[in-house]
T-cell receptor, first 112, second 113 residues
Framework: SQQGEEDPQALSIQEGENATMNCSYK?????LQWYRQNSGRGLVHLILIRSNEREKHSGRLRVTLDTSKKSSSLLITASRAADTASYFCATVSYYGNNRLAFGKGNQVVVIP | NAGVTQTPKFQVLKTGQSMTLQCAQD?????MSWYRQDPGMGLRLIHY???????DQGEVPNGYNVSRSTTEDFPLRLLSAAPSQTSVYFC????????????FGPGTRLTVL
């Protein structure tokens, strides 16, 4: 399937450090989205990046997209304890069925 | 705006029982969908709707029914619950379609014994 695969699957960092996680996918995409899920809550949309874009920023978040490597990265700068969550990438395949395919998620723990 | 709301938050069923998971949104979104989230598997699409009166199957539709009589509501029915349907269920809505930004509800945690 087209679903993205996040890496690393679990990450533990100190508050104030930067956190970087990656998402790889298999086929060409229309867009790629990152979502955050706090424990016991629903997913919250963070950033959508289209296939013709290379980088997007939102506050302390920076997303890059490398279509030649079929990968994306999410950088959280100056992490806070409140950033502790699971982070999911979701892709829309260029050839696919017009749906979002979610990865399995990436657990980030920020230690105060 | 309340956004996307779901009830109940938790539910325990016995095998064979039926129930309806409720979902409502107040953002006037045409697109609504149901996902299930299982450990280590990401979210999988169950059913979706592109507007009132129009529904279609997603990736894992078996054992579930949906209807969309109004723009606001999109209930998910479990016809005869099975232990394999133990999961966390999320409803989502979107203004621009299934492939654009999704707004998720808080989820319903369902256990089938």
């Amino acid at each position: 399937s087209q679903q993205g695969e996040e890496d690393p699957q679990a990450l533990s960092i100190q508050e104030g450090e930067n956190a970087t996680m990656n998402c790889s996918y298999k086929t060409s995409i229309n867009n790629l989205q990152w979502y955050r899920q706090n424990s016991g809550r629903g997913l919250v949309h963070l950033i959508l990046i289209r296939s013709n874009e290379r980088e997007k920023h939102s506050g302390r978040l920076r997303v890059t997209l490398d279509t030649s490597k079929k990968s994306s990265s999410l950088l959280i700068t100056a992490s806070r304890a409140a950033d502790t969550a699971s982070y999911f990438c979701a892709t829309v395949s260029y050839y696919g069925n017009n749906r979002l395919a979610f990865g399995k998620g990436n657990q980030v723990v920020v230690i105060p | 705006n309340a956004g996307v709301t779901q009830t109940p938050k938790f539910q325990v069923l016995k095998t064979g029982q039926s129930m309806t998971l409720q979902c409502a949104q107040d953002m006037n979104h045409e697109y609504m969908s149901w996902y299930r989230q299982d450990p280590g598997m990401g979210l999988r699409l169950i059913h979706y709707s592109v507007g009132a009166g129009i529904t279609d199957q997603g990736e894992v539709p078996n054992g579930y029914n949906v209807s969309r009589s109004t723009t606001e509501d999109f209930p998910l029915r479990l016809l005869s619950a099975a232990p394999s349907q133990t999961s966390v269920y999320f409803c989502a809505s979107s203004y621009n379609g299934l492939t654009d930004t999704q707004y998720f509800g808080p989820g319903t945690r369902l256990t089938v014994l």
